[in-house]
Nanobody
Framework: QVQLVESGGGLVQAGGSLRLSCAAS????????MGWFRQAPGKEREFVAH????????YYADSVKGRFTISRDNAKNRLYLQMNSLKPEDTAVYYC?????????????????WGQGTQVTVSS
């Protein structure tokens, strides 16, 4: 089963950019659709973005559409999230995950093999 490790989080001012990375090991990374989710303190984990196995299809939460870009490099077993024009409300722990079962790409229950998360803090 694939194991995932996120990195690239940090503290950034509003309007700034960060690029998150998710490194996969074990399993078959290139055949799996994947997603990014985030969880702010006191809130439920929410969908951010989804990408199919070859990067040809992507989905985004309305709150990040036009600012965030999900991508993947199957040769490097890496998933990315480029985050631009960051806002304080983007502050959260960001998680990557692999699609494990049929279901909505927007639901956490569709995914598994969650990483440990990386903290993103956007100051105003």
């Amino acid at each position: 089963q694939v194991q995932l490790v996120e990195s690239g989080g940090g503290l950034v001012q509003a309007g700034g950019s960060l690029r998150l990375s998710c490194a996969a090991s074990g399993g078959t990374f290139s055949s799996n659709p994947m997603g990014w989710f985030r969880q702010a303190p006191g809130k439920e984990r929410e969908f951010v973005a989804h990408i199919n196995w070859n990067g040809g299809s992507t989905y985004y939460a309305d709150s990040v559409k036009g600012r965030f870009t999900i991508s993947r490099d199957n040769a490097k077993n890496r998933l990315y999230l480029q985050m631009n024009s960051l806002k304080p409300e983007d502050t959260a722990v960001y998680y990557c995950a692999v699609v494990r079962r049929a279901g909505s790409v927007y639901d956490t229950s569709t995914y598994g093999s969650w990483g440990q998360g990386t903290q993103v803090t956007v100051s105003s």
